[in-house]
């Protein structure tokens, strides 16, 4: 069963396409990644999802329900959340002022995600990988049914990345489904049931991790952008 649905969406700014014509689904349970070489489009394609900008052309789908140009807020409510590549917690108040201040029946998270103990410790003054893990479940505290991940990897130690690869397979185990791009293809084959890949605007292929990595096509757009980057301008 399709969860979510992107079809045959535009999207330029000026002269410049930065997405054409792409469309994709999800279905219902499944974490599906998106890769592609800095400038594909990727952080475009999730911020049209998510209601931030409006796409050219094209419409998105939720449960059934077009959801294109829709508020944030509106989405939010409707079970579609994104988080951030830079997490937005509230920095200067402690990990569970965060969770009461997003959902005060939400406490229970704080020991799904092991962050008990970080309880009474300012938001700010957390290691890198327990303050992704906060952003993320302060998300999940919005009973989200699609969680858009925003290269959760970025910038964790080999420790904070196994630690995240315990929380990402909770979150399926909870029957959320997840849409995660992420430069760091290791990590994201290590979750990721099925891979679709952008470039220069365009879906190049899809398919599992192991046939997309083994795709020449693939191989070649990331060659000619010079190798993976810790970004997406596009």
């Known amino acids: 069963m399709k969860i979510m649905e992107v079809e045959k969406i535009t999207k330029k700014f000026g002269e410049l396409v930065a997405l054409d014509d792409v469309s994709i689904y999800v279905k219902k349970g499944e974490i599906l990644g998106i890769i592609g070489p800095n400038g ?16 050219t052309s094209g419409k998105v789908i939720l449960n059934g329900k077009e959801i294109t140009g829709m508020r944030p807020s509106k989405i939010v409510s409707l079970g579609l959340v994104k988080t951030f590549q830079i997490m937005r917690v509230f920095s200067n108040m402690t990990v569970l002022e965060n969770f009461i201040a997003v959902s005060p029946d939400s406490l229970e998270l704080m020991k799904e995600f092991a962050l008990w103990d ?42 904070e990345c196994l630690e995240l690869h315990r929380v990402i397979s909770r979150l399926k185990e909870f029957g959320i489904t997840m849409v995660i791009i992420e430069h760091k293809l290791r990590e994201l084959f290590n979750n990721a049931e099925r891979v679709v890949c ?20 693939v191989i070649s757009a990331y060659i000619g952008s010079g190798g993976e980057g810790e970004g997406d301008r596009g």
């Open 198 to 217: 952008l470039n220069a605007g365009q879906v190049l292929c899809e398919g599992t991790p192991d046939e997309v990595v083994n795709d020449p096509r």
């Open 118 to 159: 970080k309880r009474e410790m300012r938001a700010g003054d957390l290691p890198q990988g327990e303050l992704r893990k906060l952003g993320i479940a302060l998300a999940v505290a919005t009973k989200p049914r699609v969680l858009l991940l925003d290269e959760p990897f970025s910038g964790l130690s080999p420790k």
């Open 40 to 55: 594909a489009g990727k952080t475009t394609l999730f911020n049209i999802i998510s209601g931030e900008i409006k796409p």
